[in-house]
């Protein structure tokens, strides 16, 4: 009889304990299938985005926090900014995907381990000084008149704007930080741009396929094999430009800081990051402009007044008077964060709220889903500019816009990047040219579904994985990356509650 009793309580006690062991469990974002979890969601260009965006949205409602499985292996989902940051300070290092690039950015601040991170990035943080970014407005402005030269000749007429924009950001990256003249410049726009168009195919292909994510079997693969040559094709592209960033060499030769490896590393890291992202936000903002007229035409304006209606290049002091169009490019970054998910490695076991993150688990953040956190107001579906003139309308937190990553380790490139969109915009809409969309002013947009019905036309066979992974991010459907032109757009809207199709271009006219 007393057996009884206590195999009756520990299997009450074990019943029990289970079930508060699943009750304290984040729950799982719906869709996952035994032993795949949620791959499948993650197999065809379509999905990813409704995954992302799905997976943010169920966050949302369960209190800013849910799982997403990768397999068997768990991904805590973060969509409460307070939880964000809390979990990114405490997990420095990355999530196992980041390891896939190691191969190329090595111990680059993207894949270091914490370690390394926090001495390197300690060294290398002056070079990122405000005084250091000011002097490459100079060089931005000559870009700029590249740019502005280049738009013109296309003035009334369809234009790919990817090419240009990739030339221009790769103009300004490699020069400033690699130093290069008119002839070597050459050589980074088109073979080394194209071997790391070529390597994000590789590195999407992995990150997308179970079994290759297993070390053994894709070190054997015929993928693995072409990431070699083309990693390899970059690493000799860099290195008759290994004197390049003076602050790392300095730091190399003085303090002994950096290996020759580890410099190569890091200007990987710069190039790639500034080549990758900057296109697209570029993109991006050129297209919001363009469908919001009236945003148009205050930022116009705006300009006129800084520069007092004179034909003259940017300065340092300018900057920080085009208060308007600072907000209209916070709220595209805000409405379409180029990276829409950053991930972290759990070292620790991590309380957060009442939950406890397991060590061994990793931890996303959904930046798409903490732009839409019900603290950015009623409004947080919708592009508004005007949300970032008045404080009163802002979140009351400092880590509510999150484009540029969260906690400790966010993205050492932010006031780069907000410096290295200003002028671009800004020297061609003072030309006499403007982005437009045809259509606009008839159209409703829900903008959190923008990309949700894209088709883009094939127009070329040109690579460029690249523009189109970040395009296909925001759900472009039925389109080859590889070989697309981003030219032609057919855009499937919700208008007043019909279902309507206008066909859009990317495209600059004059004022007429």
Request: aromatic share 10%; net charge neutral.
């Amino acid at each position: 009889m007393v057996v009884a009793v206590y195999l009756i309580c520990f299997v009450v006690i074990s019943v029990w304990l289970w079930v508060r062991s699943r009750r304290l469990m984040p729950p799982v974002v719906p869709g996952a299938l035994p032993l795949i979890g949620h791959m499948h969601r993650f197999l065809g260009l379509e999905s990813i985005w409704n995954t992302i965006e799905e997976t943010s949205k169920f966050s949302l409602e369960n209190g800013g926090i849910s799982i997403l499985k990768i397999c068997e292996h768990n991904v805590y989902m973060l969509t409460d900014p307070d939880l964000s940051l809390m979990a990114f300070n405490i997990s420095l290092n990355k999530m196992f995907l980041y390891h896939f690039t190691k191969d190329l950015m090595g111990n680059g601040l993207v894949t270091s381990d914490a370690q390394t991170w926090k001495i390197h990035r300690k060294l290398i943080n002056p070079a990122f000084n405000q005084q250091v970014l000011n002097s490459f407005i100079n060089e931005m402005n000559v870009q700029s008149k590249w740019l502005v030269s280049e738009l013109s000749t296309k003035l009334g007429k369809s234009v790919n704007v990817r090419k240009p924009l990739i030339k221009f950001t790769m103009n300004i990256t490699s020069r400033i930080s690699l130093g290069l003249n008119a002839e070597d410049q050459t050589l980074i726009d088109k073979d080394y741009a194209h071997a790391f168009e070529v390597l994000s195919v590789i590195y999407y292909e992995r990150g997308t396929k179970p079994w290759l994510h297993v070390p053994f079997i894709f070190n054997r693969s015929a993928l693995k094999r072409k990431q070699d040559k083309l990693t390899e094709t970059l690493t000799n592209i860099l290195n008759p430009f290994k004197p390049l960033l003076n602050h790392l060499l300095y730091l190399a030769d003085e303090q002994n800081a950096f290996s020759d490896t580890e410099i190569r590393e890091h200007l990987n890291t710069f190039v790639i990051a500034a080549y990758d992202t900057s296109t697209v936000s570029l993109t991006l903002l050129l297209m919001m402009i363009g469908w919001h007229k009236g945003v148009q035409e205050r930022v116009y304006n705006e300009i006129q007044e800084v520069l007092n209606n004179e034909d003259r290049d940017f300065t340092k002091n300018d900057l920080p008077k085009l208060v308007y169009l600072e907000a209209v490019i916070k709220e595209t970054l805000r409405c379409y964060p180029t990276i829409p998910i950053i991930g972290r490695q759990v070292d620790v076991d991590m309380k957060l709220g009442k939950y406890t993150i397991p060590a061994g688990s990793s931890c996303g953040v959904s930046l798409h889903g903490i732009h839409r956190h019900p603290m950015w107001g009623p409004d947080a579906d919708q592009f508004n500019p005007d949300r970032w003139l008045d404080p009163g309308r802002l979140p009351n937190l400092a880590n509510a816009f999150v484009a540029f990553g969260v906690g400790k380790r966010y993205c050492i490139g932010k006031s780069f990047s907000h410096l290295n969109i200003l002028p671009k915009w800004l020297q061609v809409r003072l030309q006499g040219a403007s982005g437009s969309i045809p259509g606009s002013d008839e159209v409703l947009l829900d903008f959190f579904r923008l990309f949700e019905n894209v088709l883009v036309v094939a127009r070329s066979l040109e690579m460029c994985p690249v523009y189109g992974n970040r395009l296909t991010a925001h759900n472009i459907r039925d389109v080859q990356y590889r070989i697309f032109e981003f030219l032609s757009v057919s855009l499937s809207i919700h208008v007043s509650g019909l279902n309507s199709k206008i066909i859009a271009w990317i495209y600059f006219k004059g004022d007429g």
